[in-house]
């Protein structure tokens, strides 16, 4: 079963434009995780942010938790054509589960 | 420093055949977990392996069975195999039990005809 959901599954932007991506999940977590997928391919990990932060910064990555919505954002600044791929979000549920449960993913194309 | 690696890249297989996949994790990484992705979906978590030991798993049936080794690498076996065992099988290593930053491999795309 999937614990996040995506929102939008599919989203096209000009690039230099931003790209805003949701996730909403329904467990208490311990943590939530963004990982980007290109073309099918291995998932590479993000960024990572606790269940006790609300918000965290990487480079052209700002994604925000609000636990007591379950849900959470990633923002992708002045997107690039190299940004196009399907991004997931994954959470890690509170207590000793120690797997990682994925959303089914949002689909970015980024126009040159 | 070798990432995850996973071979075969692709395979093809017929209803009811039996087959390996197999892993080495990331340098370093002690804990395997294996991951079944159908066209179009998210990763579905398959099991887990923890020193030799499968020590988490996901809803699927028995006819998917692993197996670690002392050098930490993994083997996803699937018998019996169905249509809609059709997928992308990811590799992914971590280092004891962690679930804050999963490093995956490359995949095994898996067809059943």
């Known amino acids: 079963s999937q614990q996040g959901e995506e929102d939008p599954q599919a989203l096209s932007i000009q690039e230099g434009e931003n790209a805003t991506m949701n996730c909403s999940y329904k467990?208490?977590?311990?943590?939530l995780q963004w990982y980007r997928q290109n073309s099918g391919r291995g998932l590479v990990h993000l960024i990572l942010?606790?269940?006790?932060?609300r918000e965290k910064h990487s480079g052209r990555l700002r994604v925000t938790l609000d636990t007591s919505k379950k849900s959470s954002s990633l923002l992708i600044t002045a997107s690039r054509a190299a940004d196009t791929a399907s991004y997931f979000c994954?959470?890690?549920?509170?207590?000793?589960?120690?797997?990682?449960?994925f959303g089914k993913g949002i689909t970015l194309s980024v126009r040159p | 420093d070798a990432g995850v690696t996973q071979s075969p890249t692709h395979l093809i297989k017929t209803r009811g055949q039996q087959v390996t996949l197999r892993c080495s994790p990331k340098?370093?990484?002690?804990?395997v977990s294996w991951y079944q992705q159908a066209l179009g979906q998210g990763p579905q978590f398959i099991f887990q392996?923890?020193?030799?030991?499968?020590?988490q798993r996901g809803n699927f049936p028995d006819r998917f069975s692993g197996h670690q080794f002392p050098n930490y690498s993994s083997e996803l076996n699937v018998n019996a195999l169905l249509l809609g065992d059709s997928a992308l099988y990811l590799c992914?290593?971590?280092?004891?039990?962690?679930?804050?930053?999963?490093?995956f491999g490359s995949g095994t795309q898996l067809s059943v005809l």
């Open positions: 992914a290593s971590s280092l004891g039990l962690g679930r804050e930053k999963l490093f």
């Open positions: 467990t208490s977590i311990n943590n």
């Open positions: 942010i606790r269940s006790n932060e």
């Open positions: 994954a959470t890690a549920e509170t207590g000793a589960n120690s797997k990682l449960t």
């Open positions: 340098s370093g990484h002690d804990t």
């Open positions: 392996y923890y020193e030799e030991e499968e020590r």
